[in-house]
């Protein structure tokens, strides 16, 4: 598995129209879903939350529980369901998520955690790997770090997603989380430094591909999450500079092969604000972005029965980045 460069799990943004979205610019990244609960999973509508499109693969599938049987069952339906990778999330700091055991609160009890990992590789073939942050509340020191992930290694997972930013729990919401405690890279370097053997992914404030560059040369890969959501052709740089491939997409070239995708989805009942809510960012930074997001912010809400009203959106859309409201795109 390359893991060079992958993309964050993120709630309400990684999921599996995102995710087809992406790899349209990028064929290296690895992707990962959104975390779902391997209750949800062992009681709710497995072909909703797991269902993807072979054409986004390879793709990783975050888990979030903290009871052994029920994460290891989960893991073995992935496995059926044909995703590349089983991720146990750590790292979720929200008062929702604590208050149903698991994300950032379980770093508090490595041995749970340990015996969860031990039963989710019993029942899978894929590898399971974990995303953590560096700690939580008070506790932020390299031991601690050291010897929570020594225990976890020791169940034989052999790959780490570290958040470079410790958790405050109950204290902050989840986006403080993202913002306030300060990144700590130095921590993670250590730690692979440390357990050399050990693949170790650093995560957390990472939006150029000079940094991405930077953190390869001390670590293993690197997660990039909220700056491939706001400017998602950041990727298209990541794929000629990190992977040097330079058989790239232009941007109106995405949209165009999002188009029969797009109608595909619409014909089976999904809306179309579902899927082209995540392209709003593709012309970030260009000449004309601001009528991108104007005219599919006023156009993509339309009801999903009208497809003749679709077809017109979407043309319109295909054609948007070349009139001249919009002036030389690319």
């Known amino acids: 598995m390359n893991r060079k460069v992958c993309v964050a799990p993120m709630m309400d943004c990684t999921d599996r129209h995102e995710r087809f979205f992406l790899r349209l610019i990028s064929k290296n990244v690895l992707l990962y879903t959104e975390m779902i609960v391997s209750e949800a999973i062992d009681r709710g ?23 052994p049987k029920l994460l290891a069952n989960a893991s073995k339906i992935g496995e059926d369901f044909g995703y590349d990778e089983i991720n146990l999330n750590l790292g979720c700091p929200s008062k929702k998520v604590q208050k149903n055991k698991f994300g950032a609160c379980l770093i508090k009890e490595p041995t749970l955690v340990a015996d ?32 929570f992930i020594k225990i976890l290694k020791s169940t034989g997972v052999k790959t780490f997603i570290i958040h470079s930013r410790k958790a405050m729990l109950g204290k902050f919401t989840p986006k403080q989380n993202l913002n306030i405690p300060p990144l700590k890279y130095d921590m993670v370097y250590k730690l692979k430094k440390d357990l050399n053997d050990l693949e170790i ?6 939006i ?27 990727l298209a740089d990541i794929e000629k500079e990190i992977f040097n491939n330079d058989q790239i997409f232009s941007r109106q070239e995405i949209i165009e092969n999002l188009i029969p995708y797009v109608k595909n989805e619409v ?23 601001s009528f991108w997001k104007r005219y599919l912010s006023e156009n993509m809400c339309v009801r999903d029965a009208d497809v003749k009203k679709i077809d017109h959106i979407m043309d319109k859309v295909k054609l948007a980045p070349e009139t001249r409201q919009v002036g030389q795109i690319d």
């Open 45 to 67: 509508d497995k072909k909703k939350l797991l269902s993807f499109n072979i054409k986004e693969k390879p793709v990783a599938l975050q888990l979030g529980g903290s009871s």
């Open 116 to 147: 969860c990992l031990s039963e989710m590789q019993a029942k899978t073939k894929l590898p399971v790997t974990v995303k953590t942050r560096i700690g939580y509340d008070d506790v932020e020191d390299y031991e601690s770090l050291f010897n």
């Open 201 to 206: 992914i650093i995560n957390g404030g990472i």
């Open 208 to 234: 150029s591909t000079d940094q991405i560059k930077n953190h390869l040369l001390k670590v293993d890969g690197v997660m990039i999450g909220r700056s491939v959501y706001h400017s998602p052709y950041i």
């Open 267 to 289: 014909k089976k009942g999904t809306r179309l604000n579902q899927i082209m809510r995540h392209t709003l960012g593709l012309f970030h930074g260009q000449t004309g972005s």
